[in-house]
């Protein structure tokens, strides 16, 4: 056998071997002996004719194809074993040659290949996210609304103070005209079901760089179920809002228009126009508590925290508000470097890799449309498309996220990054304290699809700071050791919660109890019998009333 490699377009590798024409001979008798237990010949059994007889029978043709669809198995073996080609998926048979001599071609996908450059060298600005003072007000207005009692669930009429759950529909009625989908012959059903969201999630790579401009009859908010405190200066969805709400009776229905402020923290929406249609489903006449030591108190205690005062209360918030900011802050610069990281990397895949990854967007496609209960047969006719067509649309999407994943992988590797068992076991803890620390509790999450779980998401954080560092220009040993230490930090502290409110559970069921314990030895204690001295006051009081 003659082997030759060589690397073709879409990253596969062609062998060619040439093989002995002897070798093909002999495949061929190999051929039609098969074939003739398979074919009656007349006067011979059958696996007996001699190979003329089974070439008149069949023809030359149908032994040769049969003779080079066996020896190309073989062949393909042994030539990915002699080539230490390692293939990413199943190869092609693509050509074969009988001159000059017997020739076969095979094309084979290849393991992709990322070549990270100098990725240690790239660096991103990063700064540290703020909490400011009005943030942490309204963490504590949060937990103050959480813990609002109600007084009267049946109110009439809406008024400042009063908790309501209200139907809102909303779009914008200014702009261009959204474009129907519809072919005009009676689908306006299915066509409500495809919502923006479905249809532009297609195309939503390609604009990745230009926001969205809504369009006349775009959706602004929908929601069947909102509740809301009225508050005049804590509008939900934009200002003014809610005085439109107050004075609506119970069961109403109330429209407005409103105009997107200049303030609006979305600066595409500024200054259009928004039609609300709102039903009053509910009314309450609610107290919410006075943001004092008593509220801090019990809010720790719900927490499993330490008992605080309002100034601890405060400090925590602000600190739960700062961890919160700084990961969201991380992981979007992350993302950051690993883009930079992605843009100065060579990156080869086989188009067998590519078309795997738009199955799978594909199929996340299709289960969205389901949630709506549109089929693809559906989304084509609507949209007067084929499949054909989404998959290309999906495939430059596709291709940018099996770059950045094959470039973390690559990260993961060159780091040396591996996720220890007793890492697993922290991050174990951590999730079973949460839920108490009975044998019992730790069974039902001590599986092996668990731990895979964490092993991965462990995987990932551990990537995550490696990039961290790496665009910081900092150590990412030291910055992995310092999210480990926070990790066992984090799982010591849910432990202690988790013990504090089992703690403050008992005292409370105690408490509880002497409570009840008192009342019942009050209802019982019988009245005081008459003295000498109550005996007189009586009489005293008889001789009045005779008076």
Known sequence: MNLTTERIENHRAQLTVEIESEELEDAKRKAARKISRQVRIKGFRKGKAPYRLVAQTVGEGAILEEAVETLGDNLYKKALEESEVVPYGPGAFDDFQLEPAPTFVFSVPLQPEVDLKAYQDVRVDFEAPAVSEDDVDQALKQLQLRAVEVLDEAVDVAAPGHRVTIAVESEFVDGERQDDIADGNGESDAQDALTDETVDAVDAEADRETPYIPRKGDTFVSDENATIILDPNEDPFTHGFVEHLIGVEQGASVAFELTIPDDDADETIIGRR??????????????????????????????????????????????????????????????????????????????????????????????????????????????????????????????????????????????????????????????????????????????????????????????????????????????????????????????????????????????????????????????????????????????????
């Open 274 to 547: 928004v039609q609300f249609d709102v039903t009053m489903n509910k009314i309450e006449s609610v107290s919410i508590p006075e943001l004092d030591d008593e509220f801090a108190r019990r809010v720790s205690r719900n927490r499993g925290d330490l008992e605080l005062d309002l100034a601890g209360l405060r400090a925590s918030t602000r600190d739960e508000l700062e961890r919160s900011a700084l990961s969201q802050a991380k992981s979007q610069f992350c993302n950051q470097v690993l883009e930079k990281i992605v843009e100065g990397s060579e990156i080869d895949f086989p188009d067998m890799m590519l078309g795997q990854q738009i199955d799978g967007m594909m199929g996340e496609f299709e289960r969205n449309l389901a949630q709506q209960r549109i089929s693809l047969d559906d989304y084509y006719r609507l949209t007067s498309s084929t499949e054909d067509e989404l998959r290309e649309q999906h495939r430059d999407s596709a291709a940018n996220s099996l770059r950045h994943s094959l470039v973390l992988r690559e990260i993961v590797n060159a780091q040396d990054i591996a996720i220890s068992d007793e890492d697993i076991e922290i991050r174990l803890d951590a999730v079973v304290s949460g839920y108490g620390s009975s044998p019992e509790i730790r069974k039902l999450f001590d599986t092996p699809q668990m731990r895979d779980n964490i092993r991965n998401d462990l995987l990932m954080s551990h990537a995550n700071e490696h990039l961290y560092a790496i665009g910081r220009g900092e150590d990412p040993a030291a910055a992995v050791a310092a999210m480990q230490a926070l990790s066992a930090d984090d799982a010591q502290r849910a432990k202690d919660r988790s013990e504090r409110l089992l703690q403050y559970q008992s005292e409370d069921e105690a408490a509880a109890t002497l409570a009840t314990e008192d009342q019942d030895d009050s209802a019982a204690e019988p009245e005081a019998p008459a003295t000498e001295g109550n005996a007189g006051d009586l009489a005293d009081s008889e001789q009045a009333q005779d008076v």
